[in-house]
């Protein structure tokens, strides 16, 4: 029950917490772009290997898969989700279970415009989002919306690129200045991260961890404490239902005034994943279970309030 985890990058405690899932079970491989990725370095074996945007870069992986006996694959970066869901048939044909969404939910996780005009249209609570300027321009003239707001790319990850403004001219200067930039309504709330599992056998979601983030470095959750709300559960639950997830999720949430609003979905394991898996969501078991034909059981917020996370610096020395 071999296991191949793409763009491993420095997710070194997802890649030890799938060796020790994966124990007495199978082999975990990594793969990654630079010989520098520390996390490959905890992985049994690895595979250095092309950026994705190279040409037959998914003939590479698919040759990887066969040679080693992968049962199933996932990536740890959101450009690939969509690639990987797009050859979905192609690793199915060779026995390998691509562990994600659909390309048309992939796309629109990647797409923040295009996920606020989902959340819009059925009627979930989201950050008013605007592609024309002139748009927001007059919606703030008619007292519709105000400053300060994000300027950011409308197709992106990692907080990459992301500007908080506070004035008209700002707005008009990065959009001069680039292509492709949405503008998003700043959410003035706490900010909450929700870590899923949907079973990818029943398509029921089974695990539910939530955490208040307390700070925030390089778009990543930096400090968190665990908290459970049975509303929360029931808004995550219907929200992933209807729109169709599978497998494991990310979820950024806003907690505004009592009212919860969705921000982003990420369809991969994020970066603040440990925490979950630390309190006792071992969403890595789920998957493995999946992978052996096993439906799992709905067993969601089973994990305490009151548990924190605080991420500190490591170093992997190796020699090459």
Not at 37 to 51: L, Q, R, T
Request: with cysteine; hydrophobic share 40%.
């Amino acid at each position: 029950m071999n296991f191949l985890i793409l763009a491993a990058g420095t997710r070194n405690k997802v890649v030890q917490y799938f060796k020790r899932t994966f124990a007495g079970e199978g082999s975990v491989i990594a793969t990654d772009a630079n010989n520098l990725g520390p996390a490959i370095y905890d992985a049994d074996k690895y595979y250095i290997v092309p950026p994705i945007t190279q040409d037959g870069y998914i003939d590479i992986i698919l040759d990887i898969c066969k040679k080693e006996n992968i049962k199933g694959v996932l990536s740890l970066i959101d450009p690939e989700l969509s690639l990987l869901a797009e050859n979905k048939d192609k690793f199915e044909a060779i026995g390998t279970k691509v562990i994600g969404s659909s390309f048309e939910l992939c796309e629109m996780s990647l797409d923040k415009f295009e996920m606020y005009k989902w959340l819009l249209s059925h009627g979930y609570n989201c950050a008013r989002s605007w592609m024309n300027k002139n748009e927001f321009f007059n919606a703030v003239d008619r007292g519709e919306a105000k400053f300060p707001v994000f300027v950011k790319p409308a197709r992106g990850s990692a907080s990459i690129s992301i500007s908080k403004v506070y004035d008209k001219e700002t707005v008009d200067i990065l959009f001069d200045h680039a292509q492709g930039l949405m503008i998003q309504e700043f959410l003035d709330g706490q900010e909450i991260g929700a870590d899923v599992y949907i079973d990818m056998i029943s398509g029921e979601v089974v695990s539910i961890f939530t955490k208040k983030k307390l700070k925030m470095r390089a778009g990543e959750t930096d400090k968190a404490v665990s908290f459970k709300d049975e509303k929360l559960f029931d808004l995550i639950e219907r929200f992933v239902t209807e729109a169709g997830y599978s497998g494991q999720i990310d979820i950024d949430i806003f907690d505004i005034d009592g009212q919860y609003y969705i921000s982003e979905v990420n369809p991969r394991f994020g970066g603040g994943y440990p925490h979950a898996f630390e309190s006792g969501c071992n969403h890595i078991q789920l998957i493995l279970n999946n992978l052996k034909g096993i439906a799992n059981k709905k067993n969601i917020g089973s994990y305490e309030d009151g548990i924190y996370m605080m991420k500190y610096n490591e170093v992997k020395i190796v020699k090459m």
